[in-house]
């Protein structure tokens, strides 16, 4: 089945250590967004790609940076992670058709330490 | 400023009744407005788009921009409903964001 995958399911990284979190993707969407999700919160998108164009949302933190090689792949890194970043972060992607709807990951919970 | 407003964090029905999820939004274009869900355990997932003016699974939607408002709703209520819903708004400029909603949990109590 086409879709859209993320790993881990489950991170855990210490305070200030950098991690990266992956998002692949089936679907030949030429769109890729990264949200981050806390508790009791709306998703909150933090940046997307247009194709290899980057487009960074006006209040996502420096802390946060991503690259995206291919098509397919996706990557959030966050270079010095705080306790305030603990949450879940989802990754989706869309087609340039029309208005597009948005086809979602499972989600990585990221834990601080 | 977009914004997309779901006044209620929980909502509880008995199986059998109505339900209507609430959503209003505040944009000053002509909006797009979908209706999201996330089940237990699984991945947010669309449910329907008022573009394309469809029911899916009973529910349907349907924008007044008079009232910015698009809410979901259903005639009667199933327990397979109970999950998490989100409404979410789209720039229909082209720029392909979406602003969601803080999001509705639905319980359908048997």
């Known amino acids: 089945d086409a879709m859209v995958i993320q790993n881990p399911r489950y991170q855990v990284t210490q305070f200030g250590k950098p991690v990266t979190l992956s998002c692949s993707q089936t679907l030949n969407h030429n769109v890729m967004y990264w949200y981050q999700q806390k508790s009791s919160q709306a998703p909150k998108l933090l940046f997307h790609?247009?194709?290899?164009?980057?487009?960074n949302e006006a209040d996502t933190p420096d802390n946060f940076q991503s690259r995206r090689p291919n098509t397919s792949f996706c990557f959030l890194d966050i270079r010095s992670p705080g306790l305030g970043d603990a949450a879940m972060y989802l990754c989706?992607?869309?087609?340039?058709?029309?208005?597009?709807?948005?086809?979602f990951g499972p989600g990585t919970r990221l834990l601080v330490l | 400023a977009q914004r997309v407003t779901q006044p209620e964090k929980l909502l509880s029905v008995f199986k059998g009744a109505p339900v209507e999820l609430k959503c209003n939004y505040s944009y000053s274009g002509s909006p797009e407005l979908f209706w999201y869900v996330q089940y237990s355990r699984q991945r947010l997932q669309l449910l329907l788009r008022?573009?394309s003016r469809e029911s899916i699974k009973g529910f349907t939607a349907d924008l007044n921009k008079g009232e910015t408002s698009f809410h979901l709703k259903k005639p009667f209520a199933q327990e397979e409903d109970s999950a998490m819903y989100y409404c979410a708004l789209s720039e229909a400029s082209g720029t392909y964001k979406y602003i969601f909603g803080t999001g509705t949990r639905l319980k359908v109590l048997a």
């Open positions: 008022h573009i």
């Open positions: 790609y247009y194709d290899k164009d980057f487009n």
């Open positions: 989706a992607t869309s087609r340039e058709t029309g208005v597009p709807t948005q086809y």
